[in-house]
């Protein structure tokens, strides 16, 4: 899959143009390049929680599966006509989803994001993936996109925002909750 680099550096990006797996070249703000960032920061963010020293095994697990499939999202987005997600992919999302879920007491009131660092980083990745998700859908909108791929983002988003409310009952953390001022 793609290329390997045997140097970081290859100076084929200074006219502000970067290569697609496919080998095409495209301006660095194609929308492709904005959709398979957005994963690729969704991914980063879920490496900052996993450096956690506190996690669950279960969220850890976790976690290290959806990076493993976040990078085969973003290979999948980088190389036009080719699907790796699968509604598969998204089944699973929603048994672990469902899982995690189960253990918590259901919502009353909105949930700001915060409590412990793992937790307030978790909901980070959660917005950032839910901005992949936002820039997928711009890129559907001019090109054919696995429509799996929102889904399956769109189930992540939903499992990050429940894996933060998980960390912060382990930790004993009071979910940060909204309350409406004038």
Not at 34 to 51: F, H, K, P, Q
Not at 68 to 87: K, R
Not at 88 to 100: I, P
Not at 139 to 151: F, G, M, Q, T, Y
């Amino acid at each position: 899959m793609g290329h390997r680099l045997s140097k970081i550096y290859t100076r084929t990006g200074d006219d502000g143009s970067t290569g697609l797996g496919s080998g095409d070249r495209v301006p660095k703000d194609n929308a492709r390049v904005e959709a398979y960032g957005a994963v690729d920061e969704t991914n980063s963010l879920i490496g900052l929680v996993l450096a956690s020293d506190d996690l669950p095994t279960d969220v850890e697990d976790c976690l290290t599966r959806i990076q493993h499939q976040l990078f085969d999202l973003g290979g999948e987005l980088s190389m036009p006509d080719t699907t790796v997600i699968t509604a598969a992919s998204v089944g699973g999302l929603e048994k672990t989803l469902d899982e995690f879920n189960a253990e918590l007491p259901p919502l009353k009131d909105f949930v700001l994001p915060g409590g412990t660092i793992s937790a307030a980083t978790c909901h980070a990745a959660r917005t950032v993936c839910r901005r992949a998700e936002r820039r997928i859908c711009t890129l559907a909108r001019k090109e054919d996109v696995n429509e799996h791929s929102v889904r399956y983002l769109n189930r992540l988003s939903d499992l990050l925002f429940v894996i933060a409310r998980v960390l912060n009952r382990q930790a004993g953390e009071a979910e940060p909750l909204w309350k409406h001022r004038q």
